[in-house]
């Protein structure tokens, strides 16, 4: 089967030096069994915007997948002339959609790992799911043969769409002022987790009109979000709440098809993922049944005498897949050949930092009182939530 899509332009600043092999193990799973059957591989480099599609191949039957990959650098060092560069590359984030010859079967997976590092395959199951026939009484959003629209350049088959998730908690009691602090740049850049979702629609022009199927939007995991902006958030006399921040989400739209083993088939396959987030905001109001009560053994101490304000921080975890809180959210995005909505809504992640960033911070003021007790919730400093208490 044929491929066709966009050249992508890589995100201005871009350093890659070094390109590295990369191998995935891939698992279909399709209703909780492993899926044997042959599926199509699209790899997609997320370093570039619009991605860039560096793998178009037929999955084998042992699932292996094996491509290269640029290394972007965060930063370099050279210690003297007489010593080589010491480099930091960011973290690779790829996408992988997958897809049966008919489109009748598809599924996506985004992944953040450590390409610098990665000395062993990577084991990646990926769910299937069947796209539904679009009732013939409908009328068929088919967009006509695939072919460059006049006036259109690479840069239509991307869209954004901006929107307030949560993003994360914060908490206080009385005499306290609690900031919930980001930062824009260096090695301490905020970096938080929100989910993608993939989409295809599947067009059969044997029938007429064409017959359409779709798969919905289905998700395809968490993905870094990035701050573009050093701010906070503030909380004090015991009050507390959610707090949430202004996400850019981008929506690409890719096609496939036809070859001439299967000359009516044409498949359009849409990503929507997470890039950067510019502002910050108290959300909802929320109770806590931790904050003042009788502190844990494990709290830390404030007493009169030390650092005022003094910061609590949190740790780096990038493996955690647990969905911690849900907006609902309502994009609608114009793409080359099909204007696309999606409406399921999206989940934040307890998840936060990365190499060449970090989790969000917390600034304590003691207005009055003392000692104050202050613990991570559960004694867990990458649940991303502090109580305190004055007992």
């Known amino acids: 089967m044929t491929a066709i899509g966009i050249n992508a332009t890589p995100v201005k600043g871009n350093n890659v030096i070094k390109r590295v092999t990369v191998r995935i193990d891939l698992a279909p799973m399709l209703d909780g069994e492993d899926y044997k059957g042959d599926l199509l591989v699209f790899v997609h480099d997320l370093s570039t915007t619009p991605s860039t ?63 610098a590092n990665l000395d062993n395959t990577l084991d990646v199951p990926l769910d299937l799911v069947r796209s539904v026939n679009v009732e013939s009484a409908e009328p068929s959003g088919y967009p006509g043969p695939h072919e460059m629209k006049s006036g259109y350049t690479d840069s239509d088959a991307i869209d954004y769409e901006y929107a307030w998730l949560k993003a994360g908690e914060v908490h206080s009691i009385s005499g306290l002022t609690v900031r919930w602090t980001t930062v824009a740049s260096g090695s301490d850049r905020t970096v938080l987790y929100f989910q993608s979702y993939e989409r295809t629609i599947t067009y059969n022009t044997y029938c007429i009109p064409p017959c359409e199927w779709d798969s919905g939007w289905s998700s395809c995991g968490k993905l870094p979000t990035r701050s573009l902006i050093g701010d906070y958030v503030q909380a004090s006399n015991n009050n507390k709440y959610e707090v949430k921040a202004y996400i850019k989400y981008a929506c690409e739209e890719w096609y496939f098809g036809t070859d001439p083993g299967n000359p009516y088939v044409e498949m359009y396959y849409y990503f929507m993922y997470p890039m950067t987030f510019n502002d910050i905001d108290l959300g909802s109001s929320i109770s806590c049944g931790s904050c003042n009560t009788n502190h844990p053994g494990y709290a830390g101490t404030w007493t009169n005498g030390s650092s005022n304000p003094f910061i609590i921080g949190f740790d780096t975890d990038t493996a955690d897949n647990t969905q911690w809180k849900f907006t609902s959210v309502s994009f609608e995005f114009s793409l080359m050949y099909k204007t696309i909505t999606f409406g399921v809504g999206i989940n934040l992640y307890r998840a936060a930092g990365e190499t060449g960033g970090a989790p969000p911070y917390l600034s304590v003021t003691v207005n009055s009182g003392s000692p104050l007790y202050y613990w991570h919730d559960g004694d867990d400093p990458t649940k991303y939530v502090v109580h305190f208490s004055w007992s």
């Open 53 to 115: 599609r560096i793998l178009i191949e037929n999955l084998s039957v042992s699932g292996m997948v094996e491509f290269e990959i640029g290394l972007v650098t965060l930063e370099s060092e050279t210690q003297d002339s007489y010593e080589s560069q010491s480099m930091t590359y960011q973290p690779t984030s790829i996408y992988i959609h997958v897809a049966d010859s008919k489109g009748y079967l598809t599924g996506g997976i985004a992944l953040t790992f450590e390409a």
